[in-house]
């Protein structure tokens, strides 16, 4: 293959790849993603919850069994990402599996896996909410966190009259923003190294 050859198939994957991770990053994020998951995975602290749903064991503290099983509400928020980040990862992998093998290109498991892992380990760290907020902090970005907030209602199914609360993290909100920006940027470097390993694999076959 000349050089021109390559660069253009390499223009080409990547292209490819980053439009894939673009155009199913939200059906990741959101629509795979549990609403129990979405609320918990930025759970931090050495207090105790219960494992089955995450409720704090001070405000019921008479379960027994297998419903009184606890953990720290740290434990339980990584316990929370985990399973996002699998779900994330899957919708990602066979979208990009279902795209690249319509078009007749097979991308080697080593540079599929590797783009993968990237986007899925900073993922996870991003989710946590607190790295997120430590990089807002660092890049000068802590005022605009602190303004662009929302007021929920809180409050579960059957609540007669939520009681409103400020949000600093959910949708509508300049940490939400903040970390969808991240995710993307994160994909195009994700899309670049998948294609550098799979070009390098391609070149010595």
Known sequence: MTDRLRAIEGLALVAALTAVFEGVHALGDHWAQN????????????????????SLVTEDPWRHGAEGRTCTASA???????RHVASYS???????????????????????LTGAA???LTHAVLDRREPLLWLAEKTGKSGYVQ????????GGEGTAYPEPVQDLSGPGT?????????HRSIGVA??????????RKSGRR
């Open 35 to 54: 609403s129990h998951d979405a609320s918990t995975k930025g759970m931090h602290g050495s207090h105790l919850v219960y494992k089955n749903d995450g």
């Open 190 to 199: 994700a899309a670049l190294v998948t294609t550098f390993i799979a070009l």
């Open 76 to 82: 339980y928020g990584r316990r929370s990402v985990s």
């Open 90 to 112: 899957a919708v990602q992998l066979a979208s990009t599996l279902a795209v690249t093998r319509t078009l007749g290109y097979r991308i080697p498991a080593a540079a599929l």
């Open 174 to 182: 300049a940490l939400m923003e903040l970390d969808e920006a991240a």
């Open 118 to 120: 990237i986007n899925a």
């Open 147 to 154: 303004h662009a907030t929302v007021v929920r209602k809180a």
